[in-house]
C-alpha cells in the first residue's frame, strides 16, 4: 500500500460494524412490515422523485459516500494510473462477462428449471429484470463495501466514475441485445441525475469540504469529522434499506417462492463474478486494498437505476420491477459476505500477489 493510501485507511471494526448483517436483516423486517401497513406513508415518499429518482433515497445515499470521499485528496488521484491492471479486470467484468453470465443464467433458471413454478405471463418479465440488474454496474454503495474492505478510495472512486462514463453509452445496447430488442427506451434522463446526484455534486460538496477542514483545523479536524460521520454513513444504508423494502412489502409477502427462485441467479452471479475479478487481479499481482474494490465492483449492481428501469419499461407492478427489488434484497447481505470473504482471505492473496510482483519485476 502506498503511503497516500495509507492516510486514508479505515481502522478496523467496531462492534457496530461487526453486527451489520444483523442489523441489515432487521431493517429489511421493519421495511417490509411498514411497507405492509403503513403503505400510504411510503407512497407518498416514492413520490417524492425526479425522472424517478427517488430523492429521499438519494439523500441518505449521500450521508452513504461523503465520508469516503472527505477521505480523498485528489492531488494524488494519479497514482491510480499505475494500476491499470485493476481497472482492466473490473471494466472487462462489469461490460464483458456480467452481463452476459446473468443472460445465461436467467435462460438456464427462469425459462428451463423454474419455469414450471412460475407465473406464464411473467417468465420473460423476470428475465428482463435480471438483465436490467445485471447491466447497471454499482455507483454509490461499492464505496461502503471499499470502506468496509480496506479498499483504495482513490481507485475506487476512478474505477466508480468510469463505470459511469461506460454505463451512459452500453446500458441501453447491452440491454437491447440481451433481451432481443430491436430498440429499449433507457431512462436516460434517470442515469444523469443518478450519476450527478451520486457522484458529481458529492465528489465537489466533499472536496470542498475537506478543503475547509483542512483550512481551520488541520488533519485533526477532518480526522474527528470522519471518526463522528462513520457510523453515520452505516445508519444511513440502514434507513435506504427500510425505505427500499417498505415500497415493495406487499410485493414481497404475497411472492415469497418467486423471490426464492428470483434470488438464486442473483446470487451465483455476484459469488462468481466477484471471485472472477479477486483471482484475476491475484494472478497479476495487484495489492489486496485494490483488488478488493476490483471485485466488490465487479459484482455489485446499481440498483436504483435498474428498478428504475424496470418499472419504466414494464411498470410498477411488473415482474421486472420485482426481479430488480430481489437484487436489492440479495445485493447487502450477499455483498457483507463477499466483504468478509476478501477480508479474511488476505494472507492467501498477498503470499501469491507478492510472488507476481516478483517474477514480473525479475
Same mark, same amino acid.
Given at each position: 500500500?502506498?503511503?497516500?493510501?495509507?492516510?486514508?485507511?479505515?481502522?478496523?471494526?467496531?462492534?457496530?460494524?461487526?453486527?451489520?448483517?444483523?442489523?441489515?436483516?432487521?431493517?429489511?423486517?421493519?421495511?417490509?412490515? @411498514?411497507?405492509?401497513?403503513? $403503505?400510504? @406513508?411510503?407512497?407518498?415518499?416514492?413520490?417524492?422523485?425526479?425522472?424517478?429518482?427517488?430523492?429521499?433515497?438519494? !439523500?441518505?445515499?449521500?450521508?452513504?459516500?461523503?465520508?469516503?470521499?472527505?477521505?480523498?485528496?485528489?492531488?494524488?488521484?494519479?497514482?491510480?494510473?499505475?494500476?491499470?491492471?485493476?481497472?482492466?479486470?473490473?471494466?472487462?467484468?462489469?461490460?464483458?462477462?456480467?452481463?452476459?453470465?446473468?443472460?445465461?443464467?436467467?435462460?438456464?433458471?427462469? %425459462?428451463?428449471?423454474?419455469?414450471? &413454478?412460475?407465473?406464464?405471463?411473467?417468465?420473460?418479465?423476470?428475465?428482463?429484470?435480471?438483465?436490467?440488474?445485471?447491466?447497471?454496474?454499482?455507483?454509490?454503495?461499492?464505496?461502503?463495501?471499499?470502506?468496509?474492505?480496506?479498499?483504495?478510495?482513490?481507485?475506487?472512486?476512478? #474505477?466508480? !466514475?468510469?463505470?459511469?462514463?461506460?454505463?451512459?453509452?452500453?446500458?441501453?445496447? =447491452?440491454?437491447?441485445?440481451?433481451?432481443?430488442?430491436?430498440?429499449?427506451?433507457? $431512462?436516460?434522463?434517470?442515469?444523469?441525475?443518478?450519476?450527478?446526484? &451520486? =457522484?458529481?455534486?458529492?465528489?465537489?460538496?466533499? #472536496?470542498?469540504?475537506?478543503?475547509?477542514?483542512?483550512?481551520?483545523?488541520?488533519?485533526?479536524? @477532518?480526522?474527528?469529522?470522519?471518526?463522528?460521520?462513520?457510523?453515520?454513513?452505516?445508519? !444511513?444504508?440502514?434507513?435506504?434499506?427500510?425505505?427500499?423494502?417498505?415500497?415493495?412489502?406487499?410485493?414481497?409477502?404475497?411472492?415469497?417462492?418467486? =423471490?426464492?427462485?428470483?434470488?438464486?441467479?442473483?446470487?451465483?452471479?455476484? &459469488?462468481?463474478?466477484?471471485?472472477?475479478? &479477486?483471482?484475476?487481479?491475484?494472478?497479476?499481482?495487484?495489492? %489486496?486494498?485494490?483488488?478488493?474494490?476490483?471485485?466488490?465492483?465487479?459484482?455489485?449492481?446499481?440498483?436504483?437505476?435498474?428498478?428504475?428501469? !424496470?418499472?419504466?419499461?414494464?411498470?410498477?407492478?411488473?415482474?421486472?420491477?420485482?426481479?430488480?427489488?430481489?437484487?436489492?434484497?440479495?445485493?447487502?447481505?450477499?455483498?457483507?459476505?463477499?466483504?468478509?470473504?476478501?477480508?479474511?482471505?488476505?494472507?492467501?492473496?498477498? %503470499?501469491?500477489?507478492?510472488?507476481?510482483?516478483?517474477?514480473?519485476?525479475?
Amino acid at each position: 500500500m502506498s503511503a497516500a493510501s495509507e492516510t486514508v485507511a479505515r481502522p478496523a471494526l467496531g462492534g457496530f460494524e461487526r453486527w451489520l448483517t444483523l442489523w441489515v436483516f432487521l431493517c429489511i423486517a421493519v421495511g417490509v412490515l @411498514l411497507g405492509k401497513l403503513l $403503505p400510504g @406513508l411510503f407512497k407518498t415518499i416514492g413520490a417524492i422523485e425526479i425522472a424517478r429518482v427517488n430523492l429521499p433515497v438519494g !439523500a441518505l445515499i449521500w450521508v452513504m459516500i461523503v465520508p469516503m470521499l472527505l477521505k480523498i485528496d485528489f492531488s494524488a488521484i494519479s497514482q491510480v494510473r499505475s494500476q491499470w491492471r485493476a481497472i482492466a479486470v473490473t471494466v472487462a467484468v462489469n461490460w464483458a462477462i456480467k452481463p452476459f453470465s446473468m443472460a445465461l443464467l436467467g435462460w438456464l433458471f427462469i %425459462h428451463h428449471l423454474f419455469a414450471p &413454478y412460475l407465473p406464464t405471463d411473467q417468465i420473460n418479465s423476470y428475465f428482463a429484470g435480471l438483465i436490467l440488474l445485471a447491466a447497471a454496474p454499482c455507483t454509490a454503495m461499492v464505496f461502503v463495501w471499499s470502506r468496509l474492505s480496506d479498499g483504495d478510495p482513490y481507485f475506487t472512486l476512478t #474505477q466508480v !466514475a468510469l463505470n459511469d462514463v461506460i454505463m451512459i453509452f452500453a446500458f441501453g445496447p =447491452i440491454v437491447a441485445l440481451l433481451l432481443g430488442l430491436a430498440s429499449i427506451t433507457v $431512462p436516460w434522463e434517470t442515469l444523469a441525475i443518478s450519476v450527478t446526484l &451520486y =457522484i458529481v455534486v458529492p465528489v465537489l460538496v466533499a #472536496q470542498i469540504w475537506r478543503r475547509g477542514l483542512l483550512a481551520r483545523g488541520g488533519q485533526a479536524a @477532518l480526522d474527528r469529522t470522519l471518526a463522528a460521520l462513520h457510523r453515520l454513513s452505516l445508519l !444511513a444504508l440502514l434507513a435506504t434499506l427500510v425505505l427500499l423494502f417498505g415500497f415493495q412489502g406487499d410485493v414481497i409477502i404475497r411472492q415469497p417462492l418467486v =423471490i426464492a427462485m428470483l434470488a438464486v441467479p442473483i446470487l451465483i452471479q455476484v &459469488y462468481f463474478n466477484s471471485a472472477l475479478a &479477486y483471482w484475476l487481479n491475484r494472478r497479476l499481482g495487484v495489492a %489486496h486494498c485494490v483488488a478488493c474494490p476490483s471485485a466488490l465492483i465487479g459484482a455489485s449492481n446499481f440498483f436504483e437505476l435498474a428498478v428504475a428501469a !424496470a418499472i419504466s419499461l414494464f411498470g410498477f407492478e411488473s415482474g421486472a420491477a420485482l426481479a430488480t427489488v430481489v437484487g436489492v434484497l440479495i445485493e447487502v447481505p450477499v455483498m457483507l459476505s463477499v466483504v468478509k470473504i476478501v477480508n479474511r482471505s488476505r494472507p492467501w492473496y498477498e %503470499h501469491r500477489s507478492r510472488r507476481a510482483v516478483a517474477s514480473a519485476g525479475s
